[in-house]
């Protein structure tokens, strides 16, 4: 079984938040706290070792007492950036990736995440949600995954894809499907901001 404490957990705060006016989406207030916070409480509980990426206010984000990595391919190039560097520093087997805008994700994440993936003997599985309809939505920004993936992933980013879901597919990769969809809500806009705070409990 893979343990707790042999996954790291990276929290993804690098981003543009142009949908958010620019500012830096990680440090925005919910409920009176750094969203990032919530993430952070969260994702501890689940993992031994903390990551956090982001490329601004890097002395904010060093606060929280964990690594603080900066992308090294330049230019919000997209969450595979941070995915590289959080591989690069990761040293446990396995790195567990959530954005920081999610402050509901499931407690649960890690532990179905990683029976899934030792199941089906997969480098890398995904979130997937279960929307009211019934449709599956990807949600590749919260995935676990085999720490040795740096080469393949520096390979991938050096001919010039960026897209998470192609990167995926050159994996053995699979998902796992949450029906708790409102656990996966993610914050995008000050609209969404304000309709989360009231679903938090
Ligand atoms: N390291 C890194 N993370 C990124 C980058 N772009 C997005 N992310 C992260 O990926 C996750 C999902 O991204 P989005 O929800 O699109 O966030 P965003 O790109 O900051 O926001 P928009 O500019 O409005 O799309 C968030 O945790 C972001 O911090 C990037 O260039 N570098
Ligand atoms: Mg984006």
Redesign the pocket.
Known sequence: MIAAKQITGL??????????GGID??LILFLEKPLIESAIARLKEQVGAMLI???RNITKYASYSYPVLM?ETPD????L??FA?GLKHCQTPYLLVC???SPLLPLDLASRMAAELERTECDLVYASTRALNGKIWAQP?FCLMRSDLGESLNAFLKSGDLKIDHWFKALRSTTVIFDDEAAFA?V?TPEELLALEKLAP
């Open positions: 929290i993804l705060a690098g981003g543009r938040a142009q949908r958010m989406k990680g990426n982001a490329n992308d919000f190039s997209g969450p950036a941070g560097i954005p920081c805008d920004v993610n995008n």
